[in-house]
């Protein structure tokens, strides 16, 4: 599954890697959005865990529906 996780203030691209090669996208509102594929619900709690890790507050949470 594709997430969309939405992230109140700008993360730094140095977090790249730590979550997992999710792309970091800089909005113009000062918020942070991380999309990218996700594996199981198990791997979601994980990085959710990370965002709580950080102490950004989570703005959103979100399953991309691709259309194919």
Do not use: C
């Not at 509102?29 to 979601?44: E, F, R, S, Y």
Request: no cysteine; aromatic share 6%; charged share 25%.
């Amino acid at each position: 599954m594709v997430y969309e996780i939405r992230l109140k203030g700008h993360l730094g691209r140095q977090w790249a890697d730590w979550f997992e090669g999710l792309t970091i996208t800089l909005e113009e509102d000062g918020n942070t959005l991380l999309t990218g594929l996700v594996l199981d619900q198990a791997a979601l709690h994980g990085l959710l865990k990370k965002v709580r890790d950080l102490g950004m507050p989570l703005i959103s949470v979100n399953r991309v529906n691709l259309i194919r």
